[in-house]
């Protein structure tokens, strides 16, 4: 087998490597925040954030999460 094929083997590889570790990245992502909205929801402790602050952040967790699943294809 000529060198060319085996490198362009590595190249495949490296490229799936980096898409895996994009979309571990992207899921924990998601999970974050996943978890700092239900924290917003639920928590006595979220409740007691000033309201407009914590609108804002619901807000953005749920476009982030909106964001990750698209990406994720989920």
Same mark, same amino acid.
């Given at each position: 087998?000529?060198?060319?094929?085996? =490198?362009?083997?590595?190249?495949?590889?490296?490229?799936?490597?980096?898409?895996? =570790?994009?979309?571990?990245?992207? &899921? +924990?992502?998601?999970? &974050?925040?996943? =978890?700092? &909205?239900?924290?917003?929801?639920?928590?006595?402790?979220?409740?007691?954030? +000033?309201?407009?602050?914590?609108?804002?952040?619901? +807000?953005?967790?749920?476009?982030?999460?909106?964001?990750?699943?698209?990406?994720?294809?989920?």
């Amino acid at each position: 087998m000529s060198r060319a094929f085996v =490198k362009e083997d590595d190249e495949e590889i490296s490229s799936f490597r980096d898409d895996e =570790k994009h979309s571990k990245k992207a &899921l +924990e992502w998601l999970r &974050l925040q996943e =978890k700092k &909205l239900d924290f917003l929801l639920n928590d006595p402790k979220g409740l007691a954030i +000033e309201s407009g602050k914590r609108a804002r952040w619901i +807000e953005e967790a749920r476009a982030a999460i909106k964001t990750a699943r698209e990406e994720l294809g989920l």
